[in-house]
């Protein structure tokens, strides 16, 4: 999936409130709470960004994917 | 167990799991997540939504399907299966997109609402046939850009709803994928009751509708907080609106998608009366059984 | 104790269905198929037929809800005609790819603009590519059996296929004869309860034909297998039909006076009946003439057209359709006999005669024409005309 992305969204856990709001709007279903912290699944991961755009806290940052050499 | 092997724990206990054909920030994939919370694994999918339904396939539930001119008619068909087996148990769901409902099978769909079948029709609206790369359906807004209508759309919005509400059918609401705990409730409630149940779903395209990806579910919530979307269920002919919120210009709609691009200050004056005016038409039939 | 009763082709058509015990019965009315739905909506109004009666919007509905009925495990039944087959042809196409065995009742009509309420085979013979199995019958008798038969058949595990038993509207669905209605317990013991081995839409268990993956010409060609084993089956179901209830139909193709026969007249549907009378005179006359019945037209009799071809000079194939521009200016059933007789070393010569086009009477004297064109034709070794529009003719009485 990460031929696919252009950006892809990194969770600041130190600043994470854990709300869940990602994890409810994600089309794909891929943020999942395992133990304490929200984490993405990048396999199927589509970079669309909505994560980023609805987390109240502003903790999820969208970082360029590195093309692979 | 690495992050993975939990990834795919969790997945197992999904009806949906990820991995699917849809544009990023498609609305599709998040409609049918939130939609499948409110169902179980009792359940028997007919039919599918065009340009959702590249998520179909990631469904773990029995699924038939013709075609998007079939709206309804196989569901009608499974259900009368279903009962005549005694397993009135199965629930029922049929669902396509705005052109199969609005367009093209909108006879089938009016006729299992005046047969009152036992099954709950899905409508998952993107405003346009999207599937075939984005033309003009009945459900397309006034003044947006299709393939089929460069200059903008000259007619208004076919209200699908509205129009089921008037066949007296036991149950309909509109949902939206920015107010889950709303969509949740709702497609339980219609789960529990018997006879034809319609939800009517609008959701963003960011293909068509020339929008951020990222922005799809802002843009579904500003739909309803401008009175463009309105959030509201019709019981029994009783018009309850779930959702009352302030109201906000519907610029602040339309500036945030593409596809309204060409309109002018008139046309966004015209469509800001409109709204308006349904809205208030709305507000006074709040809590009063519409039927005539 | 079977009882027999005087009906109409059409109730005869409901009592097929009502043995059968069809579970889902999902029809729009259009003349000539009216009584059809009627007679069965107050047999399960009234309790005797235990069925779930979809009463739908249009044609395309009909067998929408009758096909995916079947996928959730239902035996299902539907009938059309004309403008309704036409309407539903989208339709059509889906049972034979899913491998639904559901039955629809092709009452024929004429299809228009030039047509009228009467029939002539066109809107069941259009059907001849999708691979729904056709099989013409000639009386109310008939009909009713063929019902029985065709879930039989559409449900062998060797077929799963659609059946449409065709009839024609008016001179058998309106026609009133007697009727030998079998018994129930005797119908269960000859048609089982309905099971699909491939198809499931149960939560518990669902299961589900997978079309793609494989490829498409693939599937086609199973369902062409499908086919040519689906002679043997409808060989097979009506020789029990024919042990069980008494009357056996000769399976795919029925041959009268043609074992000494020079010449043949090759009929479909309700014809055959006057068909046989002329023969009948003209074998008194001492006339080497037989008539072939083709019962089942897909699949195609190719193995029994041919045996049939080996042995006569002259075939006369008598077309109720027309398919405009054809080769030869010949009509469907022809064309598909001239095919089948191809592969012989020796033909016998083939003329094609059109009659009762968009519904017209099949007549005494039309027949007698045209059996005495294909004596003449066997007689001298020529065809004087390898096509005629009988109709257009003018015969004496």
């Known amino acids: 999936m990460s031929l696919l992305r252009s950006f892809k969204p990194v969770i600041v856990q130190d600043n994470c409130k854990r709300c869940g709001v990602c994890a409810t709007y994600c089309p794909e279903g891929v943020i999942v709470k395992i133990g304490d912290d929200y984490q993405i699944d990048y396999r199927y991961c589509k970079g669309c960004g909505i994560c980023a755009n609805e987390c109240p806290h502003k903790t999820i940052s969208m970082v360029r994917e590195k093309a692979e050499g | 167990m690495s992050v993975n092997e939990k990834f795919d724990e969790h997945y197992k206990q999904k009806l949906v799991r990820p ?74 769901v049929s669902s396509a997109g705005d052109g199969g409902v609005g367009d093209i099978s909108f006879g089938k769909v009016s006729a299992c609402a005046e047969r009152n079948d036992n099954i709950i029709q899905l409508c998952i609206d993107n405003e346009a046939y999207m599937n075939t790369g984005i033309q003009k ?87 309803v907080q401008t009175g463009i979307w309105p959030l509201y269920e019709i019981e029994n002919g009783v018009l309850k609106l779930t959702m009352k919120p302030k109201q906000r210009p519907v610029e602040d709609y339309l500036q945030l998608q593409g596809r309204f691009r060409g309109l002018s200050k008139e046309d966004v004056s015209e469509i800001q009366s409109f709204v308006d005016e349904e809205r208030d038409r709305l507000l006074e039939r709040d809590g009063k059984n519409i039927w005539l | 104790m079977p009882v027999k009763k005087i009906m109409e082709g059409n109730e005869a058509a409901a009592y097929g269905a009502k043995l059968s015990r069809v579970e889902v019965v999902a029809a729009y009315p259009i003349t000539p198929q009216t009584e059809l739905i009627s007679v069965i909506a107050s047999m399960i109004a009234n309790g005797e037929m235990k069925a779930e009666y979809i009463k739908v919007e249009g044609e395309h509905t009909a067998l929408a809800a009758t096909v995916a009925a079947s996928a959730a495990g239902a035996r299902a039944f539907t009938a059309s005609a004309a403008q309704g087959i036409v309407f539903m042809e989208e339709v059509i196409w889906m049972p034979p790819g899913m491998r639904l065995p559901v039955v629809m009742c092709i009452v024929n009509r004429a299809i228009a603009p030039l047509g009228g309420l009467r029939p002539d085979h066109n809107d069941s013979l259009l059907q001849r590519d999708t691979g729904w199995i056709q099989v013409y019958c000639e009386n109310g008798q008939e009909v009713l059996d063929t019902i029985i038969q065709a879930y039989r058949i559409g449900e062998d595990r060797r077929v799963y296929l659609p059946v449409a038993p065709c009839y024609e509207g008016y001179f058998v669905s309106a026609t009133a004869m007697p009727v030998e209605i079998p018994d129930q317990e005797d119908v269960d013991k000859f048609l089982p309860p309905y099971k699909h081995e491939l198809y499931s839409l149960y939560p518990e268990n669902p299961r589900r034909v997978r079309t793609f993956g494989v490829s498409l010409a693939q599937s086609r060609y199973e369902i062409c297998q499908a086919m040519e084993r689906a002679k043997s089956v409808i060989e097979e179901v009506d020789k029990e039909y024919g042990r069980k209830f008494g009357r056996y139909y000769d399976g795919m193709v029925e041959q009268y006076k043609c074992e000494d026969a020079e ?33 089942v037209f897909r699949p195609f009799p190719t193995e029994e057209t041919q045996e049939i071809g080996k042995n006569v000079k002259a075939i006369g194939f008598v077309d109720k359709n027309t398919t405009y521009g054809a080769a030869a200016g010949s009509g469907i059933g022809c064309i598909e006999m001239a095919r089948a007789l191809y592969s012989l070393q020796e033909r016998p010569l083939l003329l094609n005669y059109f009659v009762g086009l968009g519904g017209s009477d099949v007549t005494m004297p039309q027949l007698r024409y045209i059996a005495k064109k294909v004596l003449k034709a066997a007689e001298t070794g020529k065809a004087e005309k390898e096509v005629e529009w009988v109709e257009l003719e003018k015969l004496e009485e």
């Open chain 2, 19 to 92: 991995g699917n054909g849809c544009c990023p920030g498609c609305g599709g994939p998040i409609a049918w997540r939130m939609i499948l919370e409110g169902l179980d694994k009792n359940t028997v999918l007919y039919g599918g939504a065009p340009c959702a339904s590249c998520n179909m396939g990631t469904i773990r539930l029995p699924q038939f399907n013709f075609h998007f001119s079939f709206v309804g008619d196989g569901a009608s068909g499974i259900a009368a299966a279903f009962k005549i087996k005694g397993r009135e148990d199965i629930t029922v």
């Open chain 2, 137 to 223: 359906s009945g459900l397309t807004p006034y003044g947006a850009w299709t393939t089929t209508t460069p200059e903008g759309k000259k007619s208004k919005k076919k209200m699908i709803p509205m129009i089921l509400a008037q066949h007296r059918i036991p149950y309909l609401a509109t949902l939206s994928i920015a107010y889950p705990q709303d969509l949740l409730e709702k497609v339980k409630k219609a789960k529990g009751i018997k006879g034809f149940k319609y939800l009517h779903l609008v959701m963003p395209c960011p293909t068509g509708w020339r929008s951020l990806e990222s922005k799809t579910v802002e843009i579904a919530r500003i739909a």
């Open chain 3, 263 to 295: 010449a043949v007249m090759v009929t479909m549907g309700s014809m055959t009946g006057t068909a046989r009378d002329v023969v009948d005179e003209l074998r008194d006359e001492g006339k080497k003439i037989g008539l072939v019945k083709l019962r």
